[in-house]
């Protein structure tokens, strides 16, 4: 297995026989997702989603894959292939359209009619072509045809790309269920045709590759559900991600089953499961969706509610009725179903929002306590099958964080895959095919690009380290006025801090040191604003690190008026 | 069940012949356990732990029980008792004797040397009181017998306290591994004993409550372990807690088999395996132990590291060894052994080290992919044993979340104890025990104290929110100076800002504003410095709030030069 390195340099360009793969997000992180794919100066590029920030990108709202590589070459995209509807997918593409606004839109209805709403919030009309599973077409010099796989979202495709350098099978993200709700499989019948033909190189879909076994058919929590529902005293509000309209479905079905009426809670809730319906994904049975307003009239013990905040975000349905801060009032008698995973980084949120609920005396049946969640993904038992199945040549994983791939590579290599046939990349790795032969051949620069309010990519590292100093030890600010003409101080120390001490009184202590501090200076003739801003850091930061054995941000001001 | 409310009353003075029990800590969150139980105005402390701090608590360091209600009656106090070494439970002892020394410390071998390690560090020689297994001590009006249980530190006790107004029997932490390494098993004979006597109130360990079945016993870790060692191919990295004896004794013997030389890494791993080794706890076999300095002596397939930061502490070994900021320079054909458990809210900076170690070629085995893990706590099965062996009058749920209380008393009233007789509370919250009966009476205020550096108390909720701002958004700080003669700007608009853009040029759009708003308000006479920041911060929110959808920190400062 090929290992990137940080000294990877530019690729040298790429052989007129060749085809080229960059990802510029997901290699090394859940989520950004976004494969390009080169042949003879054309790009096709495989979805363009958001990652979700960590605790370490204090404040950021999403993070954005790095179009960098693009930008000279936004002519060059022949369209956007999109494998299915989550925001780890297309939720990045209003960004790349903001560049070029032209470039076309290709994907399932689903997954189109879900980018067209949220291209519509950032104001934009794409051009988009409708694919379904089966179709073949011809994008620039990109041969592609579409395959069926099963997810947590309906209409998910695979895309397999024949170019004259070689064929790249994508499987985007995938499971096999069995026994799926909509009978519709990943079509390995299709996996099977296209490897007899030939897989020159396969990219898999790494998320559950470190699991073992199978993933359970989603058809396996009905009955943790319709416990639920047999067993509810009032109200039971199910949360859950607003994209699964699978699992929606079986709490529709449930609440038919029981004479319960439903109500849709959250905007992304209520959009994209009236997108579902409307375009026959999901079947809503005849009376049992009401208006939230509605509820009311109906009975504790006839109504279901379902809305978003399985995560724990803090402006979530959820969330807020679990501060007593929603119009729905949780309390003794309710059932709340948390219908879904829970990511990794989300515990104490998740936790805190069960802890308050159960305070208000509901009942909590979440993943913890009861089989109520399935994942979307192949387990490596699934991955196995799919290995066999394909016979590739050369398997590149993709969709995870270096564990996740590296489970994943060691799975193609238990199937016989040589294992110098297997490829690991990082963001931004550049893996060049050639003449049947997949390799890494350099990298491209390719880094997190932050969305925070308005602002997109106007910050950076050296930003978010200063917020996580303000997060861990807040900042003091001393401001002196300088009177400009004599060099003397005509006004401060002025001390501000936050973050840092509820009490000013503290500052008492270290006032004295400045002022005898920036005396001296002035007294030896320093007026240079910088030297005294110096100085006055010296003095506080001796202060702090010494005396209260803390690092604030220390931002010291000198003025001359 | 008794639910607290936040309406709780100071509750009135305790009957004479009543027994209080007051949390205050441990009842609402996973550490900083700590009970108070009082009798005829005499008090005993039943462990003082801290709480480490989540995301929400940003920059603190530890979280201590609130003392208030014991400062006005710190004479009162008889002792303090010490169920086992672990860092929730000893680790605010030192904060609680700063406020009298001579409290006497009451606990076994180990236990004593680990928390007087502790306070050497502060400068604190304790007054401490031995005790083991089956000794019955007088500690003031409060009768202590002592019974052995199995936890995940060799030498915890759970504490029989007989007073004249009822029988407490409080587990501490505690499983019921039946084949422990050291043979001291969780006595159940002495539960069934104190039992028949009368167990007036059962306060039991909740952590592990909504966990089905029955704690795996740390043995059946031996197989992974020794796969480890069978399949390495150079070093071994073995990270696990440091207190975790038996752990470590099982990584020395696998070691020992291999015939390879172990050494400690990190200061809180060398200093309490010494002590353990020290007093018999952990056996050391001959000449299996090597300083870290030697271990160049040694080729690296005959070579063992244990050290810290198996929850991605960013400042342990193992942290730096994956950011390649350590001595030992982990590469391909070295495995790393995490042999802990994964506490939530470290998920993320525990993949990220993982990540950086797989990166580094290393072969990282953890609780997600071998069994290689068992938790200190008994599981559900466990507590029905218990609740069945003690047949208590009252329970009360300790050491956990809500819904790890919630669970705990539920498998209390599975049991057959009347579901009134379980009593529900928080920190803070008073149960009475009077005539056999135990109930909420009250609360007293119990809050979170934080420590920070050196600081102990200081600071309050309000500083934490300053610094969930500044770390999701950062700050402005806009500074003027107004001539206090003529009442006009002297110098400035200044414009300080950090974690809010990289780029001060942004700041050119909103100086004019402020220069214009403050024109306004000084030509309409206004000079007072209050009512001018008043007007800055207007013009800045504004903007930032509408341009940029941002709500950064303002600060606005007038200074009269």
């Known amino acids: ?129 409708g694919v379904k599973e089966g179709m073949r077409e011809r994008l620039g010099v990109f041969d592609c045809e579409f395959v069926a796989v099963n997810h947590s979202i309906p ?81 039971i509000i199910v949360a859950c991600f607003s994209s699964h309209v699978h699992r929606v479905q079986q709490v529709l079905n449930a609440a038919e089953k029981a004479g319960r009426k439903v109500a849709m809670v959250g905007r992304s809730m209520v959009r994209n499961m009236g997108i579902a319906a409307e375009l026959g994904y999901l079947h809503v049975p005849d009376g049992v969706l009401v208006d939230v307003k509605k509820l009311d009239n109906f009975p504790d013990d006839q109504v279901v509610l379902i809305c978003t905040g399985s995560q724990g975000e803090p402006m979530a349905a959820l969330s807020r009725m679990a501060n007593r801060d929603h119009r729905i009032d949780v309390g003794v008698g309710d059932t709340v179903l948390m219908a879904s995973s829970l990511i990794p980084g989300n515990e104490n949120a998740v936790y805190r929002v069960i802890n308050g609920l159960m305070r208000l005396g509901a009942n909590v049946v979440h993943k913890g306590n009861a089989k109520v969640h399935v994942s979307g993904h192949a387990s490596a038992g699934e991955l196995l099958y799919c290995y066999n199945i394909v016979k590739p040549r050369n398997v590149m994983p993709v969709h995870g964080e270096w564990r996740h791939l590296v489970a994943n590579a060691e799975l193609a290599v238990q199937t016989g895959v040589p294992r110098e046939q297997v490829v690991l990349a990082e963001d931004g790795v550049v893996v060049d ?95 240079d604003s910088h030297q005294l801003e110096q100085v006055m850091r010296r003095a506080i930061g001796g202060w702090v690190g010494g005396k209260i054995r803390r690092r604030p941000m220390i931002i010291p001001v000198v003025i001359q008026a």
Do not use: W
């Open 433 to 527: 095919l050639v003449d049947g032969v997949a390799s890494v051949v350099g990298a491209v620069p390719c880094g997190y690009v932050y969305v925070d309010g308005s602002s997109v990519g106007e910050f950076d590292e050296a930003l978010l380290k200063d917020r996580r100093i303000l997060r861990d030890e807040g900042f003091i600010s001393v401001i002196v006025v300088i009177d400009a003409a004599t060099g003397k101080i005509a006004a401060g120390p002025e001390i501000q801090a936050r973050g840092f001490a509820e009490d000013d009184e503290i500052f008492s202590q270290v006032r004295p040191k400045i002022e005898q501090a920036l005396a001296e200076a002035t007294g030896n003739g320093v007026t």
């Open 155 to 235: 209409d998910a495709l695979a895309v397999f790309v024949r170019t004259p350098g070689g064929t790249i099978l994508h499987t985007g993200d995938f499971k096999m269920d069995q026994l799926p709700l909509d009978n519709r499989l990943t079509d390995l019948r299709a996996f099977a045709r296209l490897g007899e033909e030939g897989v020159d190189l396969f990219m898999t879909d790494s998320t559950n590759a470190e699991v073992p076994g199978f993933t359970t058919p989603e058809k396996d929590i009905a009955p943790a559900i319709d416990k639920v529902f047999r067993d509810a005293e009032r109200r």
């Open 1 to 129: 297995m090929s290992h990137p390195h940080p000294e990877l340099n530019l690729p040298r360009p790429l052989a007129k026989n060749g085809v080229r793969i960059i990802a510029l997000g997901g290699l090394g992180e859940v989520g950004r997702n976004m494969a390009v794919i080169e042949h003879d100066g054309q790009l096709l590029v495989i979805d363009c989603g958001v990652l979700f920030p960590e605790d370490h990108h204090p404040g950021v709202d999403l993070i954005l894959p790095d179009f960098e590589y693009l930008e000279d070459r936004l002519d060059d995209i022949q369209a956007i292939v999109l494998t299915h509807g989550h925001e780890d997918h297309i939720g990045a593409v209003p960004y790349l359209l903001k560049l070029k606004r032209d470039i076309p839109i290709v994907g399932s209805m689903l997954t189109l009619a879900l980018i067209e709403a949220k291209l519509k919030e950032h104001r934009i009309t794409p051009y988009t072509l």
